[in-house]
């Protein structure tokens, strides 16, 4: 278990990160994640809390990171965990690249399992989609098409 002033000082980092920058909060999915991975994978869920905790936290509460862009990562993790695939940043135009840290604060991030059956998965979304962005969200991740 992390440090708790450790801990302390990451999630006010993050909170004063998220109110700075206007981002969406994606611990409530990012939770869901995790009790899936724990339903599916038990060696999964303790790479991930190991993540968490040996990384994240530490990582977060350093003065020199970026809250946003640390918890992208972990989500990163916990999408690669949960099935094999390839994560994309989307740019506002819709335009898509290889993710690659740090994400831009304006991109979509997904992960494309390979199983293409399976919904996309949200890694990192942007404070506002824009039209296009919210079109390939829904497409790869409602797996909603519109006529």
């Known amino acids: ?20 920058s206007g981002a969406r909060d994606p611990r409530d999915f990012y939770r ?18 190991a993540y968490f905790e040996d990384r994240l936290i530490p990582a977060v509460a350093d003065e020199s990171s970026d809250p946003l862009a640390e918890w992208t990562e972990y989500g ?16 506002p ?21 390979e199983q293409t059956s399976r919904p996309a998965l949200p890694v990192g979304l942007p404070a506002k989609m824009t039209p296009a962005q919210r079109a390939n969200f829904d497409l790869l991740v409602k797996q909603a098409q519109a006529l």
């Open 1 to 20: 278990m992390a440090d708790p002033d450790l801990r302390a000082r990451a999630d006010a980092r993050f909170e004063s990160a998220l109110q700075e």
């Open 32 to 49: 869901k994640q995790l009790v899936e991975l724990k339903a599916s994978s038990q060696d999964a869920f303790r790479r991930a809390l």
């Open 76 to 91: 990163r993790v916990l999408a690669v965990l949960t099935t094999p695939g390839r994560t994309v940043a989307i740019d």
């Open 93 to 113: 135009t819709g335009r898509v690249a290889d993710y690659a840290r740090p994400a831009p604060r304006d991109a979509l991030v997904l992960h494309l399992p």
